[in-house]
């Protein structure tokens, strides 16, 4: 069954247009009153399956989709998949908080779904009036800049024998700098494949919901040769681990008073929407690495990380971004090279081979 809201045009006129697909009435009901309820967005279209939501997509050409993870027939990540390479939309997906749903989110973000929100606390009119300013605010963030980032083309894959590098040489002074956001997920594994065992130590600031960003870090750790870890608080930066942000978390770098540098995780409000956000990392960098860091940043939407991008390269650090052909959403990179915050670019992998090349130099 398909519905789709009547007189679309004088109800979508300036707002947000948004097509809810989801297998459950009641919560294609309660998604279509939160989203409503909004002066800035409205609903367009309802659909209960991929089968219906394919047809209906195709013919209202909606600003945002949300989209329920689990579906009878086609499941959401498979829906998701075709409908970003076939018809590149931004999408929201909607998730129960389960371990295998959480499982299912790192699939989402790897496939380019622009974020995800878990079904919970929905017994009380406080959980709802959480989840609804979650949604509500997550399809503004979608739909934010996306005439210039709506795009979707395939990661570029690079020649390993290309951009492998030999592990000896490191400068142990160098600290890289990762930021990224929709797409991310799948350029950082592009990106970290690349590093070898003793690489400087990186620290990764990547938009991602809280308690999925330890699993994420378990299945880097799985396959790649450097160590990932989610970052703690007062973690001594090492060569050879990776450090991701938690979900909930803003991360630092500080000096200590022994001259070794340490992770620092802050709960202060969003930057740029976003916590953690990259700003916050790459800012603290400027100030305690300096020109003595290489800093990255990653496909994403929005402009988080660009400034401190620009704050770093003031510094002296070598700054780098994602190429716009290899980017899902080349939002966060263009920011920066209009900024003239960029020094180079390219893939990931490639990225990756520059950066340990700068790492090599005093």
């Known amino acids: 069954m398909t519905s789709i809201a009547s007189d679309t045009d004088s109800l979508s006129a300036q707002k947000i247009r ?34 219906a939501a394919r ?4 013919e209202l050409q909606p600003d945002v989709v949300t989209l329920d993870i689990e579906m009878p027939g086609m499941d959401g990540l498979d829906f998701l998949e075709r409908l970003m390479r076939l018809n590149p939309i931004p999408v929201l997906m909607i998730s129960s908080r389960t371990e295998q749903g959480s499982d299912f989110t790192l699939q989402a973000l790897e496939l380019g779904a622009v974020d995800v929100v878990c079904k919970q606390g929905l017994g009380g009119k406080d959980g709802l009036s959480a989840m609804a300013k979650e949604v509500t605010d997550k399809i503004r963030l979608a739909d934010h800049n996306a005439s210039q980032s709506r795009r979707r083309n ?24 990762v930021g990224a956001s929709t797409g991310g997920t799948e350029a950082l594994k592009q990106f970290i494949e690349v590093l070898p065992p003793n690489s400087p130590p990186v620290l990764i600031a990547q938009h991602m919901p809280e308690g999925f960003t330890a699993r994420f870090a378990k299945r880097l750790d ?81 402009k988080d990380g660009a400034a401190g991008l620009l704050r770093l390269c003031e510094q002296g650090a070598y ?19 209009e900024m003239g915050a960029s020094q180079a670019s390219g893939a990931p992998a490639e990225l990756a081979s520059k950066v340990l090349a700068a790492a090599r130099q005093a």
């Open 154 to 177: 395939p990661m570029q894959v690079i020649d390993s024998a290309l951009v492998s590098p030999t592990n000896a040489g490191f400068n142990a002074a160098k600290i890289i700098l």
């Open 222 to 302: 799985d396959c790649c040769k450097v160590r990932v870890k989610e970052a703690v608080d007062k973690d001594i930066v090492q060569a050879g681990w990776v450090y991701i942000a938690p979900g909930h978390s803003h991360l630092e770098i500080h000096r200590r008073s022994d001259g070794r540098f340490e992770t620092r995780l802050s709960s202060a409000p969003e930057v740029n929407r976003h916590r953690p956000s990259v700003d916050v990392l790459f800012d603290a960098a400027a100030k305690t690495v300096g020109a003595k860091a290489i800093a990255v940043l990653l496909t994403g939407m929005g």
């Open 18 to 51: 948004v097509v809810v697909v989801d297998d459950s009435p009641s919560m294609r009901l309660l998604l279509e009153k939160m989203i409503n309820a909004e002066s800035d967005m409205v609903v367009v279209g309802r659909a209960e399956d991929p089968f």
């Open 55 to 58: 047809e209906i997509i195709r």
């Open 319 to 337: 700054t780098l971004t994602q190429s716009a052909e290899s980017c899902v959403v080349y939002g966060m990179p263009r920011a920066a090279v």
